[in-house]
């Protein structure tokens, strides 16, 4: 007869098994939390299905806020000028440089130097027609039109400034306190001022928009798709600003952009802008290190094909420190040194060529990629606000010539390294490690 020990030794062989189990579960449930809460990317590339010409234009667009009331352009024309901006954004035009010196008279000297900077650097300028003096609905509606209209003529036909963006007003639902239903309308203000730049810039090239709203906010979008169609106005652009650290939240807007525009197709393709963009609406230390050209880079690769132009805010600091944690929101500091979303737009600017056919960008990790010249670049980052997530991904090339080829791998604010490749078949899969909010440059070429 057995002793009872050898009832109890099957057990005391499980426990191990059981502590393992209990010790390896938790683990494993958390990964698939994790992966549940968002998706890897797993990037495919048609290296042979190429497309229109990349639109480096959503990127290479520049606002200034009002940090002071001068040309806050001119120090920096060399640095912006590096950046092959295409549009400029300025506002504060007519508090800041005292245009209006009553009785019909005009003074444009101040406000021709800032433009004249601003076509020094490549660019052609936005103008944000703002404000009155207190910052309120004009008190003479003739003083204001005959304003907007001088000041059109002077830069769409004396100066002879072809492509000019007229945005009307800047914030109005926070400067001015304007409505989209009620008094003060902004309505009103759109349609007195829309058409006077018509006059005044009439018959040289140029654009009219706006609603240039603190942020997305579809009753106004509506609101002034109804006041152009009623009223048969100019309405070229349509204009936000958006601040936030998620892109999904940038996406979101987009989605509902979609929606409203169904109802009215007639402004279909219409130029959808974002005149003011960064990760947060106060300045944070994000401004000032890699994360908020992280940001930026993201941004690109998700809204490329849906937003015409990004406006990074802001090209330079203003001359004293915004908070204890930040110096502003600019590019550059006040004193003109490239921080790290300057060096951002200049990473960005590296792709060129026709866009090639890809999937597989995930939740964090997102892509685009081009044909450069035989050259095959993909554009990738991944971005995390947490500055956490890490992940290793795979970047499939397909429909290649079997060769030797030279990888380049450049990294943003980091280090460029080479190597040879043999591609034995048509598809090649480069896996490629990415840290939390980092951004690679992959440039694959044909060795011959």
Do not use: C
């Amino acid at each position: 007869m057995r002793s009872p020990f050898w009832k109890v030794f099957p057990i005391l062989l499980l426990i191990p098994v059981l502590f393992l189990i209990a010790y390896f579960l938790p683990k494993t449930l958390l990964d698939l939390r994790k992966s549940a809460a968002g998706t890897p990317a797993n990037i495919v590339i048609d290296t042979q299905q190429s497309g229109t010409k990349i639109s480096q234009s959503l990127w290479q667009n520049i606002a200034q806020g009002g940090e002071e009331a001068n040309d806050m352009i001119k120090p920096i024309i060399s640095q912006l000028k590096l950046l092959q901006p295409k549009l400029i954004r300025i506002d504060h035009l007519f508090d800041y440089y005292k245009v209006d010196q009553g009785n019909g008279n005009y003074d444009f000297s101040r406000l021709d130097s800032a433009i004249d900077s601003i076509l020094a650097t490549g660019a052609r300028p936005m103008l944000s027609l703002s404000y009155t003096p207190d910052s309120k609905e004009p008190s003479d509606w003739n003083q204001w039109t005959n304003l907007i209209t001088a000041t059109a003529h002077r830069y769409s036909i004396e100066k002879n400034i072809s492509g000019i963006y007229y945005e009307v007003w800047n914030e109005p639902d926070l400067f001015g306190g304007w409505h989209y239903s009620k008094d003060p309308n902004y309505s009103t203000l759109y349609i007195k001022t829309s058409r006077a730049v018509a006059t005044g810039a009439s018959p040289s090239q140029y654009k009219v928009g706006g609603p240039a709203i603190t942020a997305y906010y579809p009753n106004w979008i509506k609101s002034l798709f109804k006041t152009a169609a009623a009223n048969n106005l100019p309405l070229d652009f349509i204009s936000w600003h958006k601040y936030s650290v998620n892109i999904s939240d940038y996406l979101t807007d987009f989605d509902n952009l979609n929606q409203i525009l169904s109802d009215y197709p007639q402004y279909f393709n219409i130029e959808r802008l974002i005149t003011e963009v960064g990760p947060n609406s106060d300045p944070d230390a994000s401004y000032d290190n890699a994360q908020s050209g992280i940001h930026l880079i993201s941004l690109s690769t998700q809204l490329y094909g849906k937003i015409h132009r990004l406006f990074t805010f802001e090209a330079i600091d203003g001359p004293s420190p915004r908070s204890e944690k930040s110096t502003g929101w600019g590019i550059l500091t006040h004193n003109q040194k490239p921080k790290p979303r300057y060096y951002a737009l200049q990473f960005l600017n590296r792709l060129q060529g026709q866009q090639l056919s890809s999937s597989g960008d995930g939740s964090w990790v997102t892509s685009l990629s081009s044909k450069n010249s035989g050259t095959v670049q993909t554009l990738i980052v991944n971005y995390d606000p947490k500055n956490s997530h890490v992940e290793t991904v795979p970047i499939t090339y397909r429909e290649l010539v079997p060769g030797r080829y030279q990888l380049k791998t450049s990294k943003y604010l980091g280090d460029t390294n080479s190597k040879s490749i043999t591609v034995s078949a048509s598809t090649y899969t480069e896996n490629l490690y990415l840290e939390a909010n980092t951004a690679y440059l992959l440039e694959l070429q044909m060795l011959q």
